[in-house]
């Protein structure tokens, strides 16, 4: 109270206050000041008999509440002028607390959107949709890089020595690999009125890649007869008569003797040309190759993603057909799932099995998440496909509709998957080496040794965009003999060949894009998450503070002058300095 008490010796001087007369409303203030500044002139009356009282005056003493005459008119509008100054003065302390609690405001709404919500990762999946102007759509028609195609086949070293003696095991070698690159193109694309779907034809081409080959291609190989078997089972309730053509044809061996490119890119076969004679509902094709059918192109039409995001590159048909029409049931027949050059980004985030149409496995196959990898220095969510996707409806129920046998003791083993309903041959599908698969497959013959580093398959997926990052497919064609043939009993599966398809780095250019938009986006994520509540809290405080100031900006500080005790208000100076306030 150290100016109350030095104000205390001036109370006479203060009374001055008290002897003052009333305004006259009509007097000199009302022409020449504004009338919203007589309300601060009430308002300062007040403060005077406040302070008074502050002050150590007596109730009896006190000034009047209102203003007095006398005194000078300059002295008045000397105040008016002061408490002009101070509102100029305070205004940009307003607009910067405005200021401040927008950005409060904007960063408390920003982290609970954050937190609470998916908005900023819907809003980059949402990136991803294929349309015209979009960069994704650039590398999804152009593949920024080409796959690896490497081609094994299973060569019967021993078949002569075991026609003779059947109690051998037969003996196979793996020759190969055999390495293309495989180029990728889409073709006469094609959007609906809407944007929601794309039809387009995908067409691929093989070159052969010497150097990373390890196998000739003018080697000769001992194989299964592929024409010979799907024969036999086309005319199954016929096999008596027609065997005997076939042994006076010289068309009864079940394997034969080819030259390696020969069965890889096709040869000329009297049988296969016979059975293209009968009915079937599979695309014919000119010559029997193991991969004659890839060169053709695949009329294939999928969602963009417009729709619905988590069917982002969804198979709608495939080569004019809505489904396999294949299996008994309509999911097993379904082609809703991804096409393999994108899956639902926001999927793969969640760490949900995925879905991938594999036309060789005639059916959609589930991927499950496995472990998060670094895949090109960037962080991935691998993916394996389900080991159950290939098991016995004995073992695994869900894969019942996968069978068309009426007798579950006659539907594949474990490991296998019968493809016969879009072949139309006795083919099985299986991983390499018969990974994965009952032993009882493999236990026929020698030269099998598989294993998981070599043989699974894997897809590591970016989760954010929901593109392959690496990849590997790995799938081995196998083909069973329905009835007993002289040396090979029935139920016996005959490993044909096995294919990898390896997904190599992408270049440095696109690399270091996709290697800056994972890292870009990491950043954003972070600041949204981390440093907009941290503005928040940091603008609250500062709010709080302005606050409490401007609370004291409205109290009084007792002070006396040549006109005796009376209050003024506090400035933001007064706060540093040691000032007694009267209320």
Same mark, same amino acid.
């Given at each position: 109270?150290?100016?109350?008490?030095?104000?205390?010796?001036?109370?006479?001087?203060?009374?001055?206050?008290? +002897?003052?007369?009333?305004?006259?409303?009509?007097?000199?203030?009302?022409?020449?000041?504004?009338?919203?500044?007589?309300?601060?002139?009430?308002?300062?009356?007040?403060?005077? $008999?406040?302070?008074?009282?502050?002050?150590?005056?007596?109730?009896?003493?006190?000034?009047?509440?209102?203003?007095?005459?006398?005194?000078?008119?300059? /002295?008045?509008?000397?105040? !008016?002028?002061?408490?002009? $100054?101070?509102?100029?003065?305070?205004?940009? $302390?307003?607009?910067?607390?405005?200021?401040?609690?927008?950005?409060?405001?904007?960063?408390?709404?920003?982290?609970?959107?954050?937190?609470?919500?998916?908005?900023?990762?819907?809003?980059?999946?949402?990136?991803?949709?294929?349309?015209?102007?979009?960069?994704?759509?650039?590398?999804?028609?152009?593949?920024?890089?080409?796959?690896?195609? $490497?081609?094994?086949?299973?060569?019967?070293?021993?078949?002569?020595?075991?026609?003779?003696?059947? =109690?051998?095991?037969?003996?196979?070698?793996?020759?190969?690999?055999?390495?293309?690159?495989? #180029?990728?193109?889409?073709?006469?694309?094609?959007?609906?009125?809407?944007?929601?779907?794309?039809?387009?034809?995908?067409?691929?081409?093989? +070159?052969?890649?010497?150097?990373?080959?390890?196998?000739?291609?003018?080697?000769?190989?001992?194989?299964?007869?592929?024409?010979?078997?799907?024969?036999?089972?086309?005319?199954?309730?016929?096999?008596?008569?027609?065997?005997?053509?076939?042994?006076?044809?010289?068309?009864?061996?079940?394997?034969?003797?080819?030259?390696?490119?020969?069965?890889?890119?096709? &040869?000329?076969?009297?049988?296969?040309?016979?059975?293209?004679? !009968?009915?079937?509902?599979?695309?014919?094709?000119?010559?029997?190759?193991?991969?004659?059918?890839?060169?053709?192109?695949?009329?294939?039409?999928?969602?963009?993603?417009?729709?619905?995001?988590?069917?982002?590159?969804?198979?709608?048909?495939?080569?004019?057909?809505?489904?396999?029409?294949?299996?008994?049931?309509?999911?097993?027949?379904?082609?809703?799932?991804?096409?393999?050059?994108?899956?639902?980004?926001?999927?793969?985030?969640?760490?949900?099995?995925?879905?991938?149409?594999?036309?060789?496995?005639?059916?959609?196959?589930?991927?499950?998440?496995?472990?998060?990898?670094?895949?090109?220095?960037?962080?991935?969510?691998?993916?394996?496909?389900?080991?159950?996707?290939?098991?016995?409806?004995?073992?695994?129920?869900?894969?019942?509709?996968?069978?068309?046998?009426?007798?579950?003791?006659?539907?594949?083993?474990?490991?296998?998957?019968?493809?016969?309903?879009?072949?139309?041959?006795?083919?099985?599908?299986?991983?390499?080496?018969? &990974?994965?698969?009952?032993?009882?497959?493999?236990?026929?013959?020698?030269?099998?040794?598989?294993?998981?580093?070599?043989?699974?398959?894997?897809?590591? #997926?970016?989760?954010?965009?929901?593109?392959? !990052?690496?990849?590997?497919?790995?799938?081995?064609?196998?083909?069973?003999?329905?009835?007993?043939?002289?040396?090979?009993?029935?139920?016996?599966?005959?490993?044909?060949?096995?294919?990898?398809?390896?997904?190599?780095?992408?270049?440095?250019?696109?690399?270091?894009? #996709?290697?800056?938009?994972?890292?870009?986006?990491?950043?954003? +994520?972070?600041?949204?998450? &981390?440093?907009?509540?941290?503005?928040?809290?940091?603008?609250?405080?500062? #709010?709080?503070?302005?606050?409490?100031?401007?609370?004291? /900006?409205?109290?009084?500080?007792?002070?006396?002058?040549?006109?005796?005790?009376?209050?003024?208000?506090? =400035?933001?100076?007064?706060?540093?300095?040691?000032?007694?306030?009267?209320?």
């Amino acid at each position: 109270m150290g100016a109350c008490k030095r104000a205390e010796a001036e109370k006479e001087q203060g009374r001055a206050c008290a +002897e003052r007369e009333p305004v006259n409303n009509s007097g000199w203030f009302v022409g020449n000041i504004r009338r919203p500044f007589l309300e601060t002139l009430k308002h300062t009356d007040k403060e005077c $008999r406040r302070t008074w009282l502050c002050c150590g005056g007596s109730e009896s003493d006190a000034p009047s509440e209102q203003y007095s005459k006398s005194g000078t008119a300059s /002295a008045k509008a000397g105040d !008016l002028e002061a408490n002009l $100054r101070r509102r100029k003065r305070d205004s940009p $302390r307003w607009r910067g607390l405005v200021a401040l609690l927008a950005a409060c405001v904007f960063s408390l709404c920003g982290s609970c959107i954050m937190w609470t919500t998916d908005a900023f990762h819907n809003f980059v999946a949402n990136q991803m949709v294929l349309d015209e102007n979009k960069g994704t759509f650039a590398w999804w028609v152009t593949p920024p890089v080409n796959p690896m195609f $490497r081609v094994y086949i299973w060569n019967y070293s021993n078949w002569e020595e075991f026609q003779q003696d059947p =109690s051998l095991k037969l003996k196979l070698d793996e020759i190969g690999p055999f390495a293309y690159k495989e #180029i990728i193109s889409r073709e006469d694309i094609k959007f609906d009125d809407k944007g929601l779907t794309i039809a387009y034809k995908e067409a691929r081409k093989y +070159e052969y890649t010497p150097e990373k080959s390890g196998g000739d291609l003018n080697a000769t190989v001992v194989v299964p007869n592929l024409p010979f078997f799907g024969a036999k089972a086309k005319l199954d309730l016929l096999w008596g008569p027609v065997s005997m053509v076939l042994k006076t044809l010289r068309m009864d061996s079940p394997l034969v003797t080819l030259k390696a490119q020969d069965f890889i890119w096709g &040869y000329d076969d009297e049988l296969f040309r016979m059975s293209k004679l !009968l009915p079937s509902d599979n695309v014919a094709m000119d010559r029997v190759g193991l991969l004659n059918g890839k060169l053709r192109p695949d009329d294939i039409t999928i969602l963009t993603g417009a729709s619905d995001i988590d069917k982002l590159s969804y198979i709608v048909r495939y080569n004019k057909k809505a489904n396999l029409n294949a299996w008994p049931e309509a999911s097993c027949n379904s082609f809703e799932g991804s096409d393999g050059s994108l899956f639902p980004p926001r999927t793969i985030r969640a760490r949900q099995p995925v879905y991938a149409f594999k036309p060789e496995a005639c059916r959609l196959v589930k991927f499950v998440h496995d472990k998060n990898v670094m895949a090109q220095g960037i962080r991935a969510a691998r993916y394996i496909v389900d080991r159950n996707a290939f098991n016995s409806p004995r073992t695994f129920k869900d894969n019942l509709c996968f069978c068309n046998k009426t007798d579950l003791n006659e539907c594949a083993a474990d490991g296998l998957f019968d493809t016969s309903p879009c072949t139309g041959a006795p083919t099985f599908i299986s991983y390499p080496h018969f &990974y994965l698969t009952d032993p009882a497959v493999a236990a026929p013959f020698e030269g099998m040794t598989p294993n998981a580093e070599e043989h699974d398959m894997s897809a590591d #997926i970016h989760p954010r965009l929901g593109m392959t !990052l690496q990849g590997r497919s790995r799938l081995q064609l196998n083909v069973m003999v329905t009835k007993d043939l002289p040396h090979l009993r029935k139920g016996m599966v005959l490993p044909v060949a096995w294919f990898a398809e390896d997904l190599p780095p992408y270049e440095t250019g696109f690399k270091v894009m #996709i290697l800056v938009a994972s890292y870009l986006l990491d950043a954003i +994520e972070l600041v949204l998450l &981390y440093v907009l509540p941290f503005v928040a809290l940091v603008t609250a405080v500062v #709010i709080v503070r302005r606050l409490l100031l401007l609370r004291r /900006a409205g109290t009084a500080l007792c002070a006396a002058d040549d006109r005796g005790a009376y209050e003024r208000p506090v =400035s933001y100076e007064d706060e540093a300095a040691d000032k007694t306030y009267c209320s």
